[in-house]
């Protein structure tokens, strides 16, 4: 079992950065894909960056060259740098961490609000 805590949620001035953390349990760790998800109101919940256990990197579209998803094993964290926040990156972002070993487990974070607003 991985427990999944995310940190670093608040209320933020368009234009303005953040940095969010998710730290997991256990130690199993860099054996975790690793995912940041977002849900606004109303809205289906949508994949925001993900980072494989070898370091690669994908975002989508409204948030690439804004956002950096980074992980450090030795601390069992993933974080999600997000500048140049605008109105619409205003969600509740979720930590994801998947683990492919015999079978797929799939595991989520509480989540943690992020406002965008002046």
């Known amino acids: 079992q991985v427990q999944l805590v995310e940190s670093g949620g608040g209320l933020v001035q368009p234009g303005g950065s953040l940095r969010l953390s998710c730290a997991a349990s256990g130690s199993i760790f860099r054996l975790l894909e690793m995912g940041w998800y977002r849900q606004a109101p109303g809205k289906q919940r949508e994949l925001v960056a993900g980072?494989?256990?070898?370091?690669?990197?994908n975002y989508a579209d409204s948030v690439k060259a804004r956002f950096n998803i980074s992980r450090d094993n030795a601390k069992n964290t993933v974080y999600l740098q997000m500048n140049s926040l605008k109105p619409e990156d205003t969600a509740v972002y979720y930590c994801?961490?998947?683990?492919?070993?015999?079978?797929?487990?799939?595991?989520w974070g509480q989540g943690t609000q992020v406002t965008v607003s002046s």
């Open positions: 980072i494989t256990i070898n370091g690669s990197s």
């Open positions: 994801n961490a998947i683990l492919k070993f015999l079978k797929t487990r799939e595991y």
